[in-house]
């Protein structure tokens, strides 16, 4: 068995919020707050690094961590367990599932539905979502496709752009063309920064909440123009 830390983490070394309440390191008392900077004392740059100083030791093993928590680095030792078929299935299987359901969703949709704007925005959306769920456990592991699960923010401006057009075009040209805009500026200007900080953990980190903020604001727009074609409707 290849011998598992008990955490996922990021190419820059964070520890991911993956997790799972058995997993050994979390049981350690590390948290997605947390970004590993060495390995037995040998100094880790990125979260593959970790992975091969972790393939030099077997299961059972105990490693020492060094973790950069807040300001202050500290130790922490940990046995390597074995990453079971349950949690494989559990963080690669499941997401993938999910993601050709969303996959199949848009694309009946797309074939059955009249031909129009909000049925490809829909696949879009959609199309998106399952990219993400797809890439998922790569991200948090081998991190080849990192750089492609990253592009989430997309689900915001999709998001807005589709309930702009659907279920009902909005009245107003503001709504239906300046709000999508801005909402796909925004995004692309966050994926941008994602990429060009992708190593740096504290960035990251930043972008994520405002990652976040952008999705609460998203979500409150979206609930405004749906509730608008409500009274349109009536």
Known sequence: DRPFLGVLAYSNGRVSPIQRAHWAGLAE???????????DGVRVDEGRAVSERLRERGVGA??????????????????????SSTD???????????????????????FLAPPSIGAHLQLYLLATVATFFFVTFDANTTHTFERVWLFYPLFGSFSIHLFCVFPA??????????????????A???????????????????????????????????????????????
């Open 29 to 39: 008392g590390l948290t997605p707050s947390d970004t590993i900077r060495s390995v």
């Open 62 to 83: 105990v490693v020492s961590l060094v973790i950069l928590r807040g300001d202050r680095e500290r130790s922490v030792p940990v046995r390597l367990t074995a990453f």
């Open 88 to 110: 494989f299935t559990i963080t690669c299987v499941l997401p993938f599932v999910v993601a050709l359901l969303m996959l199949t969703i848009g694309l009946v949709v797309l």
């Open 169 to 186: 075009p909005a009245r107003s040209r503001f709504w239906r063309a300046v709000v999508p805009i801005f909402a796909h500026a925004v």
């Open 188 to 234: 692309a200007t966050l994926i941008t920064l994602r990429q060009f900080f992708l190593r740096d953990a504290m960035t990251s980190d930043a972008l994520t909440i405002g990652t976040n903020i952008f999705f609460a604001a998203v979500f409150g727009i979206d609930v405004l123009v749906l509730a608008a074609a409500w009274r349109r409707s009536t």
